[in-house]
């Protein structure tokens, strides 16, 4: 039997394809797959949560949008990330990582100091 997929934890969208933009240029269903792959096929993010993600990012500065040809020959828009989409990415991953640290020492609890 195949391992479950996780699901996708509030407020992670963005930071994910920020990640996945920062590794190279991208049109959207590749931002799609290359989180797919770089999760190790344990995150699946729908379209329908992708490309409003990828549109705010691009209306807020974070990625750059240029359209362009696909590999199959359709017209697509192409992402790259911005100086605001490296800093905001650098903010959300110090972000990320803190609260991990934070309920990672919360979980190790075993007892109630007093």
């Known amino acids: 039997m195949a391992p479950k997929q996780a699901d996708l934890m509030q407020g992670t969208l963005d930071m ?16 799609l797959l290359r989180i797919q792959q770089i999760s190790g096929e344990q995150l699946v993010i729908q379209q329908g949560s ?4 990828l549109f705010r990012l691009e209306h807020d500065g974070a990625l750059r949008g240029e359209w ?4 199959n ?3 697509a828009k192409y992402y790259t990330l911005t100086a605001v989409g490296r800093r ?17 020492d919360i979980l190790r609890v075993t007892e109630v100091q007093s």
């Open 16 to 31: 994910l394809i920020l990640k996945a933009v920062s590794l190279g240029k991208l049109h959207g269903y590749g931002v």
């Open 50 to 53: 992708l490309y409003p993600a």
């Open 68 to 71: 362009g040809e696909s590999e």
């Open 73 to 75: 020959n359709r017209r």
């Open 88 to 104: 905001l990415l650098a903010q959300e991953t110090e972000k990320w990582n803190r609260m991990a640290g934070i309920i990672g």
